[in-house]
């Protein structure tokens, strides 16, 4: 049965004197990197918890495009060096093992062996990822995914997390931080934390949350280039907006923007000929959590559109400091930020480029 990630933290049982024995395998996967990561934290606590101090990570490394099936094969049959269980983890950012993978994790489905627990977390997932080898989990494990929250299923959530850092808010407090962080659960993670230190152990009021809080939702250039890069166009619209009439400045924002597109060149080229994705990410320091935005982009986009949209952040620079300057670029500044970043996040976009920029 498929669960949620909240329910398999909840079956984990950290709170409980005695915790029920962990499962041979499990597979956490989802767009909502929060989730995916602190359900994989909580199987790794409560591994820690039931005594398992050894732990495993196969990745691809190297050149590799997959990890190591044959290593990570005999790993699960191999006797523990150091203790008497192990926790082995398989990252596969893909979702998707391919066939000697998905005969690696079916083979250890059909026959686990008794001091290892099989853990898999996965950055993408839909209806089709899924085959024998997910089944297998399910068979013997469990299988969390979590799916990208819903508007809707929004208030709910942030209500769930106020009440597991043992604060209370009303209903209309509840919906104006949801409001606030549109959408984003790693600014609501981070929101109800603070809340956690400076609430006073009342019932937080729509008011007395406004207070409190600092405006998360606020439309900052972090949240911009991960909504063209989630390929957000709307969102990305809509954010520049929001910037524009809080009366920031386009050269101000611009260094970011550049450095997240020569990022995604970067990327781009290791992809091209072949390259480890995975070393280059260590190399970009971009974190896991991050890693399936950037997937997701470099598959609308090849080497070539990658750095014409660096040259074209140029160009934007170039309009922002000649606005107003006789023989330099004309144009409107925050229409030409628009449309590159509205072409980085949908490739039919990309014919606004050769537009005029005003």
């Known amino acids: 049965m498929e669960l949620r990630p909240e329910q398999l933290v909840s079956q984990l049982g950290l709170d409980q004197p005695a915790p029920p024995p962990l499962r041979p395998a499990y597979l956490i996967a989802g767009p909502e990197p929060l989730r995916v990561l602190e ?7 409560a591994a820690r918890q039931q005594g398992i101090s050894e732990r495993e990570v196969f990745e691809a490394e190297g050149n590799q495009r997959e990890p190591d099936w044959n290593a990570l094969e ?3 049959r191999a006797p523990s060096l150091f203790a008497s269980r192990r926790l082995v983890e398989l ?3 893909s979702g998707k093992p391919g066939k000697e993978g998905a005969e690696v994790i079916s083979a250890f489905c059909a026959d686990p062996p008794g001091d290892v627990t099989l853990l898999i977390t996965a950055g993408e997932w839909s209806k089709q990822h899924g085959g024998k080898w997910s089944e297998a989990i399910g068979r013997i494990g469990q299988i969390a995914i979590a799916w990208a929250i819903k508007p809707h299923e929004l208030p709910e959530w942030i209500e769930r997390r106020l009440r597991a850092r043992g604060l209370r808010a009303d209903r209309d407090a509840v919906q104006g931080l949801a409001e606030r962080v549109d959408g984003n659960l790693l600014a609501a993670a981070q929101e109800i934390d603070k809340l956690a230190l400076l609430s006073d152990g009342s019932t937080l009021d729509r008011q007395a949350m406004e207070e409190l809080v600092a405006d998360a939702a606020r439309f900052d250039v972090f949240r911009v280039i991960d909504a063209a890069m989630n390929g957000q166009g709307a969102q990305v619209s809509r954010m520049l907006a929001g910037l524009r009439a809080e009366g920031e400045a386009v050269p101000a924002l611009l260094g ?3 450095l997240e597109l020569q990022r995604g060149a970067a990327l781009a080229r290791v992809e091209a000929r072949g390259g480890n994705l995975n070393a280059e990410f260590k190399a970009q320091r971009i974190w896991d959590s991050k890693q399936p935005m950037y997937r997701r982009a470099l598959q609308r986009h ?3 559109r990658w750095e014409a949209f660096v040259a074209q952040a140029g160009q934007v620079d170039r309009i922002a400091k000649g606005r107003g ?3 330099l670029e004309p144009g409107d500044p925050w229409i030409a930020l628009e449309r590159l970043l509205l072409a980085v996040a949908e490739p039919r976009a990309a014919r606004l480029l050769a537009g005029p920029g005003a």
């Open 39 to 45: 359900a994989a934290d909580a199987v790794r606590a």
């Open 74 to 76: 005999s790993s699960f």
């Open 91 to 93: 990252r596969l950012p």
């Open 256 to 258: 970011m923007v550049v």
């Open 302 to 304: 090849d080497v070539r």
């Open 325 to 327: 300057r006789p023989g």
